[in-house]
């Protein structure tokens, strides 16, 4: 029997292979659907469901702009103004950019890359039910007119307690953080596929750009994300339980707010254009009919970028009283960042003079970009002189600079990648008279809107205000503003009339209709659910160019793992930088879980919102104990050693590598948390080093019984984990289960040591050093409890006989996060104890 | 001759990024060597005829151009013997550089601008 599924062979036909493919990898219609986890119809539901938010966001800003269209209207009054345009703002960076990105990523990396789908299928189908939910509470908020108010940077202290007491910036932070936690596992998962999940041959320098782009992205957003989310549940404790990390007068400072957004907030700039530089950098290739100039600059620079975009945090902060050096540090990376964006755009103006471009729809927009993006980086350079700032800070030059940047870099290529892709979605051609007008409508409507913006800006009308007088002068230039943002709207809603026609009427396409040379066009379109019948063998950075005979040679099955195995769904993983076949990846079915999940997470965060404390521990149980669900269909009962892949080669599957898609999962997951921990000690040392009223009234006791008690806990949890991996305790069950046994001992005592220590914290409430003492204590128990979760879980694996010594996984994993705790809890402990020692 | 040990994933990775690394590192130390420094007023302890912190963020800014010097001799190194493709010494290669570059234009102002007002 095993001899049997291990020796499949290739169907005699195509239509066979397609058909016994599709019965393993194709979704149900109808309520099916739920259950889906293939990444064509998750990418395509962000796609959709993103388009929707940035309509809803276009709404508010045509809202706002007939507000202002005339003085003194009496359309909105100043608490709706408020909400709308910190919805406007929270919508469209939030709710449609980042997500659109994820669904661009889902829809197309495995694709490009020669995969059936992405690293973590159940993964990116949870991450899209808690983009849905988190997103609808914010969209409900705003419904019930309780929508958050304080400007889509929620500064405090405008957003403390004090000054918000209704329930609008716990929206805001619940909402946000339930949406970005979403985005923290579709990171991990792009990284994790673009580093593993490519096609045989396809090495580091033979990928795409445009997975580079997604890999440099994803990373970044691994490490923007965690402060921002830190903030948030700062913002939200103090809120609910009065813990003063923001009130100045119990120890707190609003500074720490706006350091951990904008070290959040800047890099999200670059998050939203690095993206779509990445689609210009993969269709404007095709259209100039030529390859792109410099692949390894194009690499070199947005690795640069990336890095330099985070060390320009406090360009924002420049009028709070910083220090001349501290200043010309953060100046030193603006200059910096200008030079890798600089290096980007030679070389598509390169690869467009050399080459013999085709007025292609999608080539008007990546015009239009060039012409609003540019003008939006001259605006910039003039924003960054300092007088001039400050003539201009906070008026609607700054909102207009703001637009031309991030519509050039992001709705603009957006806009020429849905054309671009949309034969590949649909499967039909498009029309190329109407997205002519699409295009003129908007690049018109646009400029006119916001160039106008500029001048009514240097007169002087301020940002966020949602009116003002006759005696201004200001009414004609409003009026054309909002004349131009009503053409635009038209030419949106014709765009989104000439998708729905190409998708119901349109003529059927060929395969490749623009002779891109990419891999996400050697399948059949629309795309099937496997993508590839058969995987390819990739020798050069232009595979259809190379081998245009490549898609007929794929469909036939002369490919990789032309077959379905047990029913399973496989694909290929390679070499991180050589690209050798490594392992066979199993991938998961559908499932009702991540929904199931999702739900369970929402339950917690909607219970928080309403301060239903009991309900959310609820919830975050059931969310913990459906993700220990996900796992029993992951893992093999057996070791099968080396399996054939077709083409004569052979590879382990997974389960059995040295190093499986999920074992980078974990150690980028700790990357992200690692981050999170930083950003909460940053927040103490901070506000102890610069906030006003410190020292504080009363420091925290040192119990030696209880820290010798917890540092003999992490340092255990640290050594037996690593105990528990070693080859000849894996061999023997009785023994792993036992050392697996200690590591959860390990862990209860450093809780134990932990609880007791924060009994000796002073009342939080009083002032900001318990409360950031107590919210360190509590990450590193938060950290010891789950340890023992990944404890008894290994026990629970390896009773059920998912571990071997070949199969040693789940304890590789749990010994990582075993490390990752011990070093946590150790820094905590020094920072809760040493620090009152140097300070004082 | 023993051919040196093939640098592998992830260090090769790990290459790519070193001298940004660095570059953060650098940047940290030097902001927050310089708030810390500032609330404890060592901008007015004098040492060597200059001020404490500013010799302290000198220390920190010349440690880090050194370790990219070395960075960037050891991935030519790499580079020359051929012990990672081509592709990614010649990133690293270059990336580091541009680490250096950046580094030592983020220091540029410790001698010269006032320290914390
Ligand atoms: C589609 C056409 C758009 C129009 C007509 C528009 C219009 C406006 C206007 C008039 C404001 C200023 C409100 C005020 O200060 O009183 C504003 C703010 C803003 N917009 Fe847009 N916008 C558009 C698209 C976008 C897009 C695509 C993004 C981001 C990807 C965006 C992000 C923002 C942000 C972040 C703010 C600041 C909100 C705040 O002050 O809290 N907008 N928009
Ligand atoms: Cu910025």
Known sequence: MQQMSDQPSAPASAVALHKQLEAVWGTPPGLGRLASVNHTIVGRRFIVTAFVFFAIGGLLAMLIRTQLATPRSAFLGPEIYNQIFTMHGTVMMFLFAIPMFEGLAFYLLPKLLGARDMAFPRMSAYGYWCYLFGGSILVVGLALGVAPDGGWFMYTPLSSKTYTPGINADLWLIGVTFVEISALSAAVEIIVTVLKLRAPGMSLDKMPLLAWYLLVTAFMMLFGFPPLIVGSILLEVERAFGLPFFDPTRGGDPLLWQHLFWLFGHPEVYIIFLPAAGMVTTILPVFAGREIIGYTWIVVSIVALAFLSFGLWVHHMFTVGIPHLALAFFSSASTAVAVPTAVQIFAWLGTLAAGRPRLTVPMLFLLGFFFVFVAGGLTGVMLAIVPFDWQVHDTHFVVAHLHYVLVGGFVFPMMAAAYYWLPHFTGRSTRHGFGVTVFWLIFAGFNLTFLVMHWTGLVGMPRRVYTYGTETGWEWLNLISSFGSFLMAIGFALFAIDVLMQWRYGRRTRRNPWRAETLEWAMAVPAPSYNFASLPAVSSRAPLATEPQLPAHLAAGRGYLPFVRDGRMETLAVGLVTGQIEQVVRLPNRTLLPLITAIATGVFFVSVLFKLYVPALVGAAATLAMFLLWTRTTGDLQDRGAMPIGRGESAAPHTEAMAPPALWAMALTLAADATAFASLAFGLVFLWVVAPNWPPPALLAVDPAATVVAVVGFVGAALVGRISVRPAVIAVPRLRDRVLIGVAAAHVAALAGLGTTMLEVPDPTRHAYPAATMMVLLYAAFHAALGIVFALYGVWRSRAGFVSPARSLDLRIGAMWHAATAAIGAVSLLLVHGLPVVMT | ?117
């Open chain 2, 1 to 117: 001759m023993t051919q040196a040990a093939r640098i592998t994933p992830p260090r090769a990775l790990l290459l790519l990024v070193a001298g940004f690394v660095v570059w953060s590192s650098a940047f940290v130390w030097l902001y927050g060597g310089l708030s810390v420094g500032c609330a404890f007023g060592w901008d007015r302890i004098t040492l060597a005829g200059t001020s404490a912190l500013r010799l302290g963020l000198l220390l920190i800014w010349l440690v880090h151009v050194a370790a990219l010097g070395w960075l960037l001799a050891y991935s030519r190194a790499v580079r020359q013997a051929g012990r990672s493709p081509p592709f990614v010494t010649t990133a690293a290669t270059a990336l580091t550089v541009v680490a250096l570059i950046a580094t030592v234009w983020t220091g540029l102002a410790i001698p010269a601008t006032t320290l914390c007002i």
